[in-house]
């Protein structure tokens, strides 16, 4: 676990922001809200301490067809002088009883994992320390904010306690069925703030205010419904930040998630900040750790992010149509009885290009992208979850956090790559490859490489993360081979 050389202390001092360019991001699905405005500065210092403490019980396996999701490698800092110690159980935890129905009948938890198990006692200890909590994909970190915010609100008082926000109206959604399954004995009462369907949207001005205990939402919505004063912050105990690199990032929500959390420290006392995500680049994380104070911290190193039970393969294409070749003959003709497949494109115009030439062959394929109708998106989202289709062609609107249990392909059709630059997008690779292998289970992800500007992409990405997307010939054979090695056959 944690050796004391390798947890790196990050002592902040006070810093001024400079205001950044009022700019609209460029993102190759356009998948976002918008608008932008101004950032703010505090300060944070940590120090390290050992966490031996910090270990669980590994004896029991929570489930034998499953690998421990790869959350081994956490390090941690804490700040300041506060002891934590690890839990083993969910008792362990002195959570409600009603909380403990939730985990155990409704999700069907057993035991936590390990990101859990670290993280909320950090959490849920006073004095409620700010955190910055790295771990893998499909390692459970919604639970550590989902319990965090049902554990620290107040069920008699009916005001917003607990604000999540996430990048995309998929996952604010997603994260509110979970806190609604998980609180489901609590009383706990939850609105969902995303853009609604203009059919039954009704003007922000009409509406009453806010009396819901937590708010999940994007921070367009949230930003909206709080300068309409109804969405009141005095109460507020807890702002989670999920997909937290994005959500302050420069080129995702940075603007518009600083503007939000002033305004939360302008009326409420002491609010504590959780950040969440699988991945901090060094830019993002020199940022978050000024806006947090005396925050504690969980991370993992890149070159061990990338998840082992996932096999990471390259198929060399001559062109366009050898890529969607291969996507019929070995992703739906081949694949056919495995799970679910996810097939990701870069642009609106490749979903749909790729869509309409599988369907016209008889395929059945959803397609979602941001210029879908929110409604819409919905309704193709359920039909995926429910298995009515097996194969979906998303852009990067399904990147980050989409929890799908039976994906255990993912399609990589197009490399991801910087807008703006073409350089590689780690992250997004990271985060796309994990939309399979949720909490330890098995997958593979293929990779479509065409032309020198691929390959060079994906060895920049092979390099960034220390590992190595095996070569599989474009036929029968190497592909049952390779989805052999991936335990999937
Ligand atoms: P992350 O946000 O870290 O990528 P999620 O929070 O979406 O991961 O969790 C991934 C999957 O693991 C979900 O389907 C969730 O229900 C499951 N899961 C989370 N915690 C546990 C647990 N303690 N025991 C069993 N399954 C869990
Ligand atoms: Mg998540």
């Not at 990067?396 to 630059?421: C, H, M, S, W």
């Amino acid at each position: 676990m944690a050796d004391a050389e390798t947890a790196t202390a990050t002592a902040a001092p006070p810093t001024t922001e400079t205001k950044p360019p009022a700019a609209e991001p460029k993102r190759w699905g356009d998948i976002e809200d918008d608008a932008p405005e101004e950032p703010t500065r505090v300060s944070g210092s940590t120090s390290e301490v050992s966490l031996d403490g910090l270990k669980i019980d590994e004896s029991k396996k929570i489930n034998k067809f499953l690998d421990e999701p790869e959350d081994s490698n956490i390090k941690a800092v804490t700040s300041g002088d506060t002891p934590y110690t690890s839990a083993s159980t969910f008792e362990d935890l002195n959570l409600s009883p009603e909380l403990l129905k939730g985990l155990y009948v409704e999700m069907k938890f057993q035991k936590p994992s390990k990101i859990q198990a670290i993280s909320l006692p950090m959490i849920l200890t006073p004095p409620y320390k700010d955190l910055i909590a790295q771990a893998h994909n499909g390692s459970g970190k919604t639970t550590c904010f989902v319990l965090g915010m049902l554990s620290r609100v107040d069920p008699k008082l009916t005001a917003p306690q607990a604000l999540c926000i996430c990048p995309t109206r998929e996952l604010a959604i997603q994260n509110m069925e979970v806190l609604r399954k998980m609180g489901k004995y609590t009383g706990i009462t939850s609105e969902c703030a995303v853009p609604m369907d203009s059919r039954d949207y009704m003007p922000i001005s009409k509406r009453a205010p806010i009396s819901a205990q937590i708010v999940i939402g994007t921070p367009g919505t949230i930003k909206k419904w709080m300068s309409a004063k109804k969405l009141g912050t005095s109460y507020l105990k807890i702002l989670v930040f999920d997909e937290a690199d994005h959500m302050l990032a420069e080129d995702g929500f940075k603007d518009d998630s600083l503007r939000i959390k002033k305004d939360i420290e302008r009326s409420s006392s002491h609010c504590q900040v959780l950040l969440f995500s699988a991945t901090f680049n060094e830019t993002v994380k020199n940022f978050v750790s000024k806006i947090v104070k005396s925050y504690n911290q969980l991370f993992v190193k890149k070159e061990e992010l990338s998840l082992e039970a996932v096999k990471q393969y390259k198929v060399y294409c001559h062109d366009e149509l050898a890529k969607i070749q291969i996507i019929k003959e070995r992703i739906f003709d081949l694949g056919e009885n495995l799970g679910q497949r996810i097939i990701f494109v870069r642009t609106r115009n490749s979903a749909s290009m790729l869509h309409k030439q599988l369907t016209e062959d008889g395929y059945t394929v959803s397609s979602i992208q941001g210029a879908i109708t929110p409604e819409d998106r919905d309704k193709l989202i359920n039909e995926f979850r429910s298995g009515l289709s097996q194969v979906l062609i998303s852009t990067d609107l399904l990147a980050r956090g989409f929890d799908q249990q039976q994906i255990n392909l993912v399609i990589n059709y197009d490399l991801p790559i910087k807008y703006e630059t073409h350089e590689p997008d780690y992250e997004v690779y990271l985060h796309r490859i994990g939309r399979a292998g949720r909490f330890g289970r098995k997958g593979a992800v293929f990779n479509l490489i065409c032309g020198d500007r691929d390959a060079e992409t994906i060895r920049k990405i092979e390099l960034y993360f220390q590992t190595e997307a095996i070569e599989v010939k474009n036929n029968d054979e190497e592909f049952e081979n390779a989805l052999r090695q991936a335990g999937l056959l």
